[in-house]
């Protein structure tokens, strides 16, 4: 999944990694945060860490790798555990599978 810290903002730091949902769907845990759902109540985020109180957006990765709202040519790092399969199967794109980030 694709994940960006809004924190206030329109851009802020993102990363591709493995999510888990919760049985109802309303819940995402990534690195032992708990982010909930706005329900469509978020300014350009979709989820908040139910801890800090922060906005974040969530979503499927896209195949053409334009995961940012705005297109800006900013950097998002991928986790090592996903950066194979998101290079390989995603993006199709296998001889990019050694960069860590986009």
């Known amino acids: 999944m694709y ?3 809004k924190a206030g903002q329109l851009t802020g730091e993102a990363r591709i990694g493995r999510v888990t ?5 309303r819940s995402v845990y990534y690195r032992g945060v708990r982010f909930q759902s706005l329900n469509g109540t978020g300014f350009k985020a979709n989820y ?31 986790d ?3 950066r194979e399969e998101y290079w390989t199967v ?4 296998p001889e990019n599978r050694d960069r860590r980030s986009t």
């Open 3 to 5: 994940i960006e810290r």
């Open 21 to 25: 949902f919760s049985k109802t769907g």
């Open 48 to 78: 908040f860490d139910t801890v800090s109180g922060e906005e974040y957006w969530i979503s499927g990765c896209k195949k053409d790798g334009s995961d940012r709202l705005y297109g800006e040519r900013v950097p998002i790092f991928i």
């Open 80 to 82: 090592d555990d996903v």
């Open 90 to 93: 995603v993006r199709k794109k």
